[in-house]
């Protein structure tokens, strides 16, 4: 499960643990409670995450909704690009809270986990479509090192 901070300091030694097109990464600060996993993202406030996978799938909702801003969402709100994107879209988001287990998500939208899982999934492979088409098309900042961007969903 995810535990989601919204602090502009870091802990610990802070990398980057994925680096995305348009600006986007994840970064991974290893402080003395352990592993915290940080989206960073153009005009985004931030948000930490204590699994990679959590933060990583945040970061494909976050490009499936081609960006979203959760200033003024609150602590439990949902940003309105998320809601509008879709049932799959929004489940996925739904996983990466604190409290939205496999298990609570797929009871909230009267579902088994397999099938909030497939939509997870769905979410995965739009965001690494998006991308591929912002490297293709040579739309933002250069980078000479996509080599730990994924190209492909992880199945």
């Known amino acids: 499960m995810s535990r989601t901070r919204h602090s502009?300091?870091?802990d610990g030694s802070l990398s980057v643990?994925?680096?995305y097109v348009l600006g986007v990464r994840i970064e991974v600060d290893r402080?003395?409670?352990?592993?915290?996993?940080?989206?960073?993202?153009?005009?985004?406030?931030?948000?930490?995450?204590?699994?990679?996978?959590?933060?990583e799938l945040y970061a494909d909702v976050y490009f499936d909704t081609n960006g979203f801003r959760e200033a003024d969402t609150g602590e439990r709100g949902i940003p309105p690009e998320v809601v509008q994107a879709g049932r799959d879209t929004l489940a996925a988001y739904l996983l990466t809270r604190p409290w939205g287990s496999r298990?609570?998500?797929?009871?909230?939208?009267?579902?088994?986990?397999a099938t909030v899982?497939?939509?997870?999934?769905?979410?995965r492979e739009?965001?690494?479509e998006v991308r591929r088409g912002v490297r293709e098309r040579g739309i933002g900042p250069d980078r000479s090192d996509e080599s730990?961007?994924?190209?492909?969903?992880?199945?």
């Open 17 to 19: 643990h994925r680096e």
């Open 103 to 113: 298990e609570w998500v797929a009871s909230y939208f009267g579902k088994d986990p």
């Open 126 to 128: 739009r965001a690494a």
């Open 148 to 155: 730990n961007e994924p190209d492909e969903p992880d199945d």
């Open 31 to 55: 402080g003395p409670d352990g592993e915290t996993y940080r989206f960073e993202a153009p005009d985004h406030r931030g948000a930490a995450f204590e699994s990679a996978d959590d933060a």
């Open 117 to 123: 899982e497939r939509y997870a999934g769905w979410v």
């Open 8 to 10: 502009g300091v870091p």
